[in-house]
């Protein structure tokens, strides 16, 4: 599973459960983010991202990975261990999706990452 949270509020902003047996994978999104219809839509793309690298044949997926990625999610997290827990649930792939998407949605790669 895999949980957002609005950056620096503590509060749950969206999570994603893949599919398990017979149950189908699900998205979830917080009252934290369903006041706003921009954070909706972004924390929404964020954990369908999430879905997509899980259900779908990703490796035919040619993107860069952006080049500012690094340093936002330094600064969005600061020590190493949490960059570290936050990278577990975030690939290299799946920040190159989210530059992506973040360019169709006209938002910051920073809101995509980091809910900010």
Not at 7 to 21: C, D, K, M, Q, V
Not at 84 to 108: C, D, N, R, T, Y
Request: with cysteine.
């Amino acid at each position: 599973m895999a949980t957002g949270t609005i950056f620096n509020t503590g509060l749950r902003s969206a999570e994603y459960e893949p599919a398990e047996g017979e149950h189908s994978a699900t998205i979830i999104l917080y009252p934290s983010v369903l006041h706003d219809k921009k954070l909706t839509i972004i924390a929404l793309a964020h954990e369908l991202i999430h879905h997509w690298e899980n259900a779908c044949d990703t490796k035919k997926f040619k993107s860069e990975y952006p080049k500012d990625a690094e340093i936002i999610i330094t600064a969005s997290f600061g020590s190493e261990i949490k960059i570290k827990k936050w990278k577990s649930g975030h690939s290299p792939k799946f920040i190159a999706k989210a530059f992506e998407v973040s360019q169709f949605l006209k938002v910051s790669l920073q809101q995509m990452l980091v809910h900010r």
